[in-house]
């Protein structure tokens, strides 16, 4: 019998660590996490559009969103625990008199009769957590208005890939000590392959904040224990994309050294980058 996507048991438990790291939040990071947002729109404005945060974590960029003057955000997520953190983050954060909901929901489970199209649909790695990368593309899209922007982040491919989604699967059902062992191990490689590459770790760790507003440690568990997990090609995604109705509008991907064409990823792979229109 195939497991239900659409409940939470059948994935890794992101909202307890969006949680912990929401606690911390400060007026900077929701600053980082506007750039970041931004960034990836480039000269187009949130002002009086539409906005939906698929898998909406902590919050931030649902804040973020917001705070750049979106008319209406409606953020979702699977996860009880992030719903109820961003509800929390946008109370202390929201401009006020702002427009927002948060649902818990999968994205599985969306639908245009229910919540209308958006202007921006935003999922930034999210979509490769969900079981089935490419029903979740179909679903998350779907939702996007013409000439609307649908902006996602997705995990690259690696020659690692196969080997990381052993090690999720083994991470997310062990126990806090086994997990906190690990991501120690983890970290202390991490700082030997900066060092033989000649960076710090806390130039890594401050340039790693300044790009999204996230925090390098919650991130390392967010990666070790997201499971279910896939990866995905640029090609894959244009090819998709384009089969949907949407125009690449900007691609922010990988430049690193790849050997055939591929990413090794023995620390893991980053996402790549997309924001694509739908055409009328």
């Known amino acids: ?62 804040l973020a969103a917001l ?38 929901r999968s994205v599985f489970d969306l639908n245009v009769a229910d919540l209308g199209t958006f202007d921006v649909t935003y999922s930034w790695g999210v979509l490769h957590h969900t079981g089935d990368l490419n029903k979740a593309l179909v679903r998350a899209s779907a939702m996007t208005a013409p000439l609307g922007l649908f902006v996602f982040a997705l995990y690259r491919k690696t020659w690692c890939c196969g080997l990381w989604t052993i ?15 690990a991501r120690r191990n983890y970290i202390r490689l991490f700082k030997i392959a900066l060092l033989v ?7 890594y760790k401050e340039k790693y904040r300044s790009n999204r507003g996230m925090d390098f440690y919650h991130d390392v568990h967010d990666w070790m224990g997201g499971y279910p997990y896939e990866s995905i090609t640029n090609r894959e995604v244009d090819e998709f994309m384009r089969s949907a109705g949407f125009q690449a509008q900007r691609l922010l991907v990988s430049n690193k050294r790849k050997i055939f064409g591929r990413n090794v990823g023995f620390f893991g792979t980053g996402c790549d980058e997309y924001v694509y229109r739908r055409t009328g």
């Open 1 to 62: 019998m195939p497991k239900d996507l659409t409940k939470l048991e059948t994935h890794f438990a992101f909202g307890h660590n969006w949680a912990d790291y929401a606690d911390k939040i400060r007026d900077d990071q929701t600053d980082e996490a506007k750039c970041a947002l931004q960034r990836l729109l480039g000269n187009e404005t949130l002002a009086g559009k539409r906005f939906l945060d698929i898998g909406c974590g902590s919050g931030v960029h649902s």
């Open 67 to 104: 705070q750049l003057g979106a008319a209406e955000v409606v953020a979702v997520d699977l996860d009880p625990e992030s719903v109820a953190t961003t509800e929390q983050v946008l109370r202390r954060f929201a401009p006020p008199h702002a427009s927002y909901c948060v649902i818990q």
């Open 167 to 181: 090690e999720k699967r083994w991470y997310a059902a062990a126990s806090d000590k086994r997990q906190e062992y």
């Open 197 to 203: 590459t000649g960076r710090t770790f806390d130039d």
